[in-house]
Nanobody
């Protein structure tokens, strides 16, 4: 069993920055994919960014150049640095880990508003 715990959400003004972190614990297969999805009210869950255990990354077009995903394999953590935040980035952000099956965190709210 794998548990994911996120932290770092909050309220920020447009143009501001936030950093999200997610710590994984439990029986973690060494080769895995970690990343972040987000979901806004009335919308489907959207993939934001992905990072493989070898460091390869993928980003949604909507966040390219503004968000940076990173991971620390030794600590089983994944982080998302979000810069230049826009109101449309407002959502609940979910950490995930994919290894044989997908595990989800509980979600953390990010609100971008003046």
């Amino acid at each position: 069993q794998v548990q994911l715990v996120e932290s770092g959400g909050g309220l920020v003004q447009p143009g501001g920055s936030l950093s999200l972190s997610c710590v994984a614990s439990g029986s973690i297969f060494s080769i895995n994919v970690m990343g972040w999805y987000r979901q806004s009210p009335g919308k489907e869950r959207e993939l934001v960014a992905t990072i493989f255990s070898n460091g390869r990354t993928n980003y949604a077009d909507s966040v390219k150049g503004r968000f940076t995903i990173s991971r620390d394999n030794a600590k089983n953590t994944v982080s998302l640095q979000m810069n230049g935040l826009k109101p449309e980035d407002t959502a609940v952000y979910y950490c995930y880990l994919s290894a044989l099956r997908i595990y989800w965190g509980q979600g953390t709210q990010v609100t971008v508003s003046s």
